[in-house]
């Protein structure tokens, strides 16, 4: 099954819009997603290695939709005491209206606008993170990316997304037929199952993009996971 991906064609979240109702309730059903199939575990999974009890830790979370893998790992680091500063990039103004609010008790989470193809930082981190993002970019754009997300860090990178194959994609029609049935979680839900990388192209995206010595993990729920770890 051959990617395919038409930079003209966009998801409705990425289009230029205010804060709307169906928006904030097509964000609610990612983090919905993301907390039944398996993202929140994977990050966390990593968190317990990478950030320790009593540490310090400057964080980048590229990406950050609804700002939801930010509070996630803001949660995990008061579990276990670890203080963390943690910058959510995202490009759309409205979207980042929404995560503010439901980050509203959170000092640790700092919200920017920015495109992650054209942000550039002076600053670099502990761990740079980009989660369910990368289908989002074209072969060429996801390269960037992951380019950057090496640049960016000083200890570790994860950058986590879907994997494609015929079960997921028929999995996904499934949910959004029968539960997910909102037009605008149905159409990206569809649209980013057909538009993930598979297992083999997420592995040449991160050659190309120059990582060396990365891990590459299959998880459950047709989830996949590529990481860099500081020697």
Known sequence: MKRSFDPAVLEMMDRPQPVSAELERDLERLRQLNRWFGSYRLVVNFM?????????????????????????????????????????????????????????????????????????????????????????????????????????SRRFVLVSDLRRGFLPQAGVYLLTALIFRELMTRHDARLSVVRAFSFAEMRDLAVRAGWGHFGHKKFRFARQAICLEAA
């Open 48 to 152: 317990r290695h990478w950030l320790q009890p009593g540490a310090r830790a400057c964080i980048v979370d590229l990406a950050t939709g609804s700002g939801d893998i930010p509070r996630l790992i803001a949660d995990y680091a008061r579990k276990i005491g670890a203080q963390v500063e943690i910058d959510a990039l995202d490009r759309q103004p409205a979207t980042l209206e929404i995560a503010r609010k439901l980050s509203a008790g959170y000092a640790e989470i700092c919200y920017r606008e920015a495109n992650i193809l054209e942000w550039d930082s002076a600053d670099s981190y502990d761990i740079v993170l980009c989660t369910l993002a990368l289908h989002h970019f074209s072969d060429e754009d996801a390269v960037t990316v992951l380019r950057r997300c090496r640049e960016l």
